[in-house]
């Protein structure tokens, strides 16, 4: 009878103890990428909807760099927690915008990090100079 319930014990401990310790990966809160750029995403409505601020470290133009507001949109939450999510950052000191797409990860050691990618679109005075209006990179954000 012994050895039955120990194993009944473990089988369950096996099987419910992953359930407990997996995390979800919350968008909301403050934020680092790669490059030293800081955003704070604000709570996440019913809709998936949310807004936040975002300053970035680098820049191209010559214009002191001001913090700008972003808005964006989660997708509902898939069993593991690790949502896909969208948005756009309407810069404040220059004539461009940026949208980033990524997913919300939890890594092995239970840190949250944000894997996405963006495409940002800058004013051109001709569209002659249209070939030069894009660019693509990819950024991973760090909770702080």
């Known amino acids: 009878?012994?050895?039955v319930t120990s194993f009944l014990l473990?089988?369950?401990v096996a099987l419910v103890a992953p359930g407990l310790s997996a995390r979800k990966c919350v968008l909301t809160g403050y934020w680092m990428n790669d490059l030293g750029s800081n955003?704070?995403?604000?709570?996440?409505?019913?809709?998936?909807?949310?807004?936040?601020?975002?300053?970035?470290?680098?820049?191209?133009?010559t214009n002191k760099?001001?913090?700008?507001?972003?808005?964006?949109?989660?997708?509902?939450m898939n069993q593991k927690g690790?949502?896909?999510?969208?948005?756009?950052?309407?810069?404040?000191?220059?004539?461009?915008?940026?949208?980033?797409t990524g997913q919300c990860?939890?890594?092995?050691?239970?840190m949250e990090v944000l894997k996405t990618m963006w495409l940002l679109r800058s004013h051109?005075?001709?569209?002659?100079?249209?070939?030069?209006?894009?660019r693509v990179g990819t950024n991973i954000f760090t909770r702080l």
């Open 1 to 3: 009878m012994v050895q």
């Open 10 to 12: 473990m089988l369950t």
């Open 39 to 61: 955003m704070t995403i604000g709570e996440v409505n019913e809709e998936g909807e949310f807004t936040g601020s975002y300053r970035t470290a680098v820049t191209a133009t």
């Open 65 to 76: 760099i001001r913090v700008s507001p972003l808005q964006g949109s989660q997708h509902r």
């Open 82 to 100: 690790q949502p896909t999510f969208g948005f756009t950052v309407n810069w404040s000191f220059s004539d461009s915008v940026t949208v980033f």
């Open 105 to 110: 990860f939890v890594d092995k050691g239970g």
């Open 124 to 134: 051109v005075d001709d569209i002659k100079n249209d070939w030069k209006a894009m």
